[in-house]
């Protein structure tokens, strides 16, 4: 059974960091293509950062050079480490499997607001 289990959100002031992670089980995380979107109030799901099997990486422009995209393999965890945060970055954050519209887990709240 595919399960995602995005954990790590949180309130944070402008400027601040978190770190998300992802936790997946029933499929090995090093054969897949895993994505980050997320969804803001009112608004559809955003693409944020895709990571490929083989490790290529890439971001939304609204957040390169901001946010990384990181996985640990023998953890079955993906990351989404997020520096320089801005309100524009508030909503719930998805880790999902294969595709953005992929299985994906409940998501994660992450509010920047000073």
């Known amino acids: 059974q595919v399960q995602l289990v995005e954990s790590g959100g949180g309130l944070v002031q402008p400027g601040e960091s978190l770190r998300l992670s992802c936790v997946v089980s029933?499929?090995?995380?090093?054969?897949?293509?895993m994505y980050w979107v997320r969804q803001a109030p009112g608004k559809g799901l955003e693409w944020v950062s895709t990571?490929?099997?083989?490790?290529?990486?890439w971001y939304a422009d609204s957040v390169k050079g901001r946010f990384t995209v990181s996985r640990d393999n023998a953890k079955n965890t993906l990351y989404l480490q997020m520096n320089s945060l801005k309100s524009e970055d508030t909503a719930v954050y998805y880790c999902?499997?294969?595709?953005?519209?992929?299985?994906r887990g409940q998501g994660t709240q992450v509010t920047v607001s000073s």
């Open positions: 990571v490929a099997s083989y490790g290529d990486t």
């Open positions: 999902a499997k294969g595709d953005t519209k992929g299985p």
């Open positions: 029933g499929f090995a995380l090093s054969s897949e293509w």
